[in-house]
């Protein structure tokens, strides 16, 4: 599979140059392009689950969650961003739903639309909160931090998808995604696992044995990340879920990863140095 290697390589550098153009313009702009991701991301979300008509009443609110979340990111408010979506944006899509008076998969359809919520807005927001902790903690600043955060995640599906090739043979979730093996988990976390110890000291205030740490959960939850959102897609019923980016499918199947790596990686690195 070379040539599926090489679409995925150059799908791997188009999402490193696009976040590198938006960090030498400043976090402000990294900050929406984060925003911008996420839209497309729920946006594609949507138009895969199966949706109603009166559904479509409630998709208002949910896409109004997403200007609204990475303002508060943006701005630094840690109360408001960490419960908004999980709590406010939960219950208000619940009333609108249930004013609009009809009750059949109601649970399904609230259910769906506000998992949606929490894997593309509320997860990947945490990638743009990096931007606003303060910056005399980190070498890099918030922009060191979203540059590992990327990096190492992004090099950690190419780094997976190698030794699965190479090595693999033993399958960890056959039924979920057939080319996921043990050897290209544990050979691409390793290589995650080196990388983030490299890269720690210019970009982070990890110290060593915090940087494995932070190899470790990119590593294993990248991969957590990739597997859930292959079940979803398993469950509709495709194989990508769009053909945005060349080799790789959609937003969504780039940004799967992330969806795990982004809150457990900011949390990790809050509850040390923040």
């Given at each position: 599979?070379?040539?599926?290697?090489?679409l995925r390589i150059r799908s791997?550098?188009?999402?490193?140059?696009?976040?590198?153009?938006?960090?030498?313009?400043?976090?402000?702009?990294?900050?929406?392009?984060?925003?911008?991701?996420?839209?497309?991301?729920?946006?594609?979300?949507?138009?895969?689950?199966?949706?109603?008509?009166?559904?479509?009443?409630?998709?208002?609110?949910?896409?109004?969650?997403?200007?609204?979340?990475?303002?508060?990111?943006?701005?630094?408010?840690?109360?408001?961003?960490?419960?908004?979506?999980?709590?406010?944006?939960?219950?208000?899509?619940?009333?609108?739903?249930?004013l609009i008076g009809e009750t059949e998969d109601f649970l399904r359809s609230l259910g769906t639309i506000h998992w949606g919520l929490m894997i593309t807005v509320f997860s990947i927001s945490h990638a743009a909160y990096l931007l606003a902790l303060p910056g005399d903690t980190a070498p890099a600043g918030?922009?060191?931090?979203?540059?590992?955060?990327?990096?190492?995640?992004?090099?950690?599906d190419v780094a997976q998808y190698v030794w699965g090739k190479r090595f693999g043979k033993r399958k960890v979730v056959p039924r979920v995604s057939p080319n996921k093996t043990w050897a290209g988990l544990i050979g691409g976390t390793a290589t995650t696992?080196?990388?983030?110890?490299?890269?720690?000291?210019?970009?982070?205030?990890?110290?060593?044995?915090?940087?494995?740490?932070?190899?470790?959960?990119?590593g294993i939850t990248g991969f957590l990340g990739d597997v859930v959102i292959s079940a979803v897609k398993r469950d509709i019923g495709i194989?990508?879920?769009?053909?945005?980016?060349?080799?790789?499918?959609?937003?969504?199947?780039?940004?799967?990863?992330?969806?795990?790596?982004?809150?457990l990686f900011f949390h990790y690195l809050y509850y040390l140095h923040y």
């Open positions: 599979a070379p040539g599926e290697l090489s791997w550098w188009f999402m490193v140059g696009l976040f590198s153009a938006a960090v030498l313009l400043g976090p402000i702009a990294a900050t929406w392009l984060l925003g911008f991701i996420s839209f497309l991301a729920l946006k594609e979300y949507l138009s895969l689950i199966p949706t109603r008509r009166s559904d479509r009443r409630v998709l208002f609110w949910a896409y109004l969650t997403i200007p609204l979340q990475y303002y508060w990111a943006a701005t630094g408010w840690y109360g408001m961003f960490i419960i908004f979506i999980p709590v406010y944006a939960l219950l208000l899509i619940a009333a609108r739903k249930v918030g922009v060191g931090l979203l540059i590992y955060l990327v990096l190492l995640t992004e090099l950690n696992l080196l990388l983030s110890l490299a890269c720690a000291a210019f970009l982070t205030p990890l110290s060593l044995i915090e940087a494995a740490g932070a190899g470790l959960i990119i194989k990508d879920s769009g053909s945005l980016l060349p080799g790789h499918g959609g937003i969504l199947d780039r940004v799967d990863s992330l969806t795990f790596t982004a809150p």
